[in-house]
């Protein structure tokens, strides 16, 4: 059966590494989007609040109702609120991110149809990323207007694009000072300003001295940081494993699974285990890309992925059906695995899908 384990007391070893590295009055924002980034947003976020987060973030507004309807009350953001879920951000008390001067426009009226005054919201400044955000001039539009808008305005921010290159690195210089101007004139405008925030996981680990008064927190807290040497300060959280199914004996000439994908140069022991692409495996695997552990050794994965199953080769390795296979766990992580297939922890964790059952240690 494959399961993926998450490890809790990992979670708090990650929580408690990353919150050793900041000043103890930077608060952090656990992000929870994507179903804590393929893991399991459910078991994990209310443990990240008991671990002391002081919000939770997710992408989308159904995200957040999905939070809000396990029981979730402390404050929810949505990173990438859309026009057409304005009302169920309110309707659930999500905060949204006020992207653009046409989306702030748009929820207040939302807003003001409903009655709702001071509503919690946070400002997305476009330092140089190019993803979304408001520019400088719009920063400056909304703080001459903001009176008229019935927001409580939260928390001002902005992502970099590279926090995990080496510094010096000009571009992410230029994304902080071109924030840091922002954050200066919106101090100019409150009596009592906003949060401020700018650093993502393998921000905290580059640019401490940038961690203001908020860090945005993801992939750190499942165990990953970007460069191997901060990854060596955390601890993967979730170990993905499955049995075999069935091992059988092919002849040298013999192909193994659709399309031929992989022909036998000499007799050769195959293994077959019980997940493929639908369980967020991707085709890019196989065919000599990848392997999986198998009684300590390493098993390539043979043929094209299939969508229920894949193939490994176990002509080497001393097996029998129903010994495990570890596809990745804290020895052999989930990085090393995605490299192999040329992308990266994020894409192969947030691919796994709901037919993996979950199971919390
Ligand atoms: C996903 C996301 C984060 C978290 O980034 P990690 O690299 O996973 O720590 C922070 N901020 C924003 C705006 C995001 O979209």
């Given at each position: 059966m494959?399961?993926?384990n998450l490890d809790l007391k990992k979670l708090t070893h990650n929580f408690t590494t990353i919150k050793g590295r900041l000043k103890t009055t930077?608060?952090?924002m656990a992000v929870v989007k994507a179903d804590a980034y393929g893991?399991?947003?459910t078991a994990l976020s209310k443990q990240l609040i008991s671990l002391?987060?002081?919000?939770l973030a997710v992408a989308y507004a159904h995200e957040g109702v999905s939070l809000r309807k396990i029981g979730v009350d402390c404050p929810i953001i949505v990173f990438y609120p859309q026009y057409e879920r304005i009302d169920t951000i309110i309707d659930y008390t999500l905060e949204p991110s006020l992207f653009s001067s046409d989306f702030i426009e748009a929820f207040a009226t939302a807003l003001k149809q409903k009655k709702c005054v001071n509503y919690p919201a946070h400002l997305k400044c476009n330092t140089g990323l190019n993803r979304?955000?408001?520019?400088?001039p719009e920063v400056d539009d909304?703080?001459?207007k903001k009176e008229a808008f019935p927001f409580t305005l939260k928390s001002v921010y902005s992502h970099l694009g590279a926090s995990e290159d080496p510094r010096p690195n000009t571009f992410t210089q230029k994304q902080i000072t071109s924030f840091l101007a922002i954050k200066e004139k919106v101090e100019k405008t409150f009596s009592v300003p906003p949060l401020f925030h700018l650093l993502n996981t393998s921000g905290v680990f580059n640019y401490p001295e940038y961690q203001l008064d908020m860090v945005r927190i993801g992939i750190g807290l499942?165990?990953?940081a970007n460069q191997i040497e901060w990854d060596h300060l955390l601890q993967p959280i979730a170990s993905l494993s499955t049995t075999i199914v069935q091992i059988h004996s092919v002849q040298k000439g013999e192909s193994v699974g659709y399309n031929q994908g992989w022909i036998a140069h000499k007799e050769s022991r195959i293994g077959v285990l019980p997940l493929g692409h639908a369980d967020g495996i991707s085709r890019k695997f196989g065919k000599g890309v990848g392997g999986v552990w198998v009684n300590g050794k390493r098993a390539p994965i043979v043929g094209n992925v299939c969508?229920?199953?894949?193939m490994i080769d176990l002509t080497e390795i001393d097996c029998v059906p129903l010994d495990r296979a570890v596809l990745f766990d804290h020895l052999h992580t989930a990085r090393a695995l995605a490299e192999q297939a040329g992308t990266i922890s994020y894409e192969l964790m947030t691919a796994l899908s709901p037919r993996i059952q979950r199971f919390i240690e």
């Open positions: 494959t399961q993926l930077t608060k952090i893991l399991g947003a002391g987060a002081d919000c979304i955000g408001l520019s400088a909304f703080l001459a499942y165990g990953f969508m229920d199953m894949l």
